[in-house]
């Protein structure tokens, strides 16, 4: 991380492509975390992107590890950078470990993120009403109302 020093987040983040090759397989929420550092929004994306696509994130990171890694990201970064790590992430995850994750995501992009962590098997089954409060906060009422389908599906 010294290496990296001042640079700026679209930097960094093209710094992070180019030691692709280099880094490891295995790389874990406060590894990422210190690796993305200060980058934002698209950049991080962008970073997350790249790392997930070439296998440098560990399978089986929790929701707490995941949360390190979105840090920084907003709206439809924070969806699609979801949408990217879903796969990697722990099964089961139950409300309040699915709400940190969705962080500040609203309308549909809380809907689209939601949608990736279900089609990636990592929503707990049998959510209860409190667990689905988190879940369905700051949602158009058509929007939540497609979300709860979706989670209806869950088994």
Known sequence: ???F?????SQRTA???ELLPFLTSNLAGKDLQGLL????????FNAIYA????????NGISAAEAELILDGTR?????????????????NLRGNELAKVLGPTENQERFNALNALIAARKVGAGLSGEDLKPLLADMEPKTRDAA?????TVK
């Open 15 to 17: 710094a992070i492509g």
């Open 5 to 9: 020093g001042d640079l700026a987040q």
């Open 1 to 3: 991380n010294q290496a």
């Open 51 to 58: 790392l997930a696509r070439n296998k440098k994130i560990k």
């Open 75 to 91: 709206a439809s970064a924070r969806s699609s950078s979801i949408g990217e790590l879903a796969s990697t992430m722990q099964p």
């Open 37 to 44: 550092q200060t980058t934002q929004d698209s950049d991080r």
């Open 148 to 152: 709860l389908a979706q989670l209806l």
